[in-house]
């Protein structure tokens, strides 16, 4: 009964770390990567389409991102989309594909997305300590139902708690490459 409540747990917890990994990705850095452009919407025959469904996105170099859409009719929308997103990208139409050059970040830029990611990391590091919460009190609702002795119940607050501390770790660890990718040059 309590191996299902750790597996359950982890998987909350995974779940906070799968979200943050998803912001973190969307957020630029000196480096290109086509998870930029994630939240960009073309219109596509009328609907409101995800840029990834309607074109092949790449990064043949570390500073651009190429966008080669199935359908060429789509090149002015493609760009469009892009500016609209306000993602701070130019995009320039060429023959068949859209290149977005990646610019530089400012210092100040920098130090924003730091202190963003930094905000997004502690609101998943509240996810998983709520996450733990309701264990916890999942475990003393069996202990007073007489379903798990006190030690048990004891050992298993232990547990939750430990499963914790590495899910906390695991969202540290992911601030501390995202910021480093951040402030690289």
Known sequence: MLEKLYSECRNKMARAVEVLAAEFARIRTARANPAILDGVRVEYYGTPTPLRQVANISAPEPRQLVVQPWDRTLLPEIEKAILKAELGLTPKVEANLVRIPIPPLTEERR???????????????????????????????????????????????????????????????????????????
């Open 111 to 185: 130090r924003e997305l730091a202190k963003l990611c930094s905000k997004l990391t502690e609101d998943a590091r509240v996810a998983v300590r709520n996450v733990r919460r309701d264990f916890i009190e999942e475990i003393k609702k069996l202990e007073k139902e007489k379903k798990i002795s006190e030690d048990d119940a004891k050992g298993a607050q232990k547990k939750i708690q430990e499963i914790t501390d590495e899910f906390i770790k695991k969202l540290d660890d992911l601030l501390a490459k995202k910021q480093g990718e951040i402030m690289e040059r």
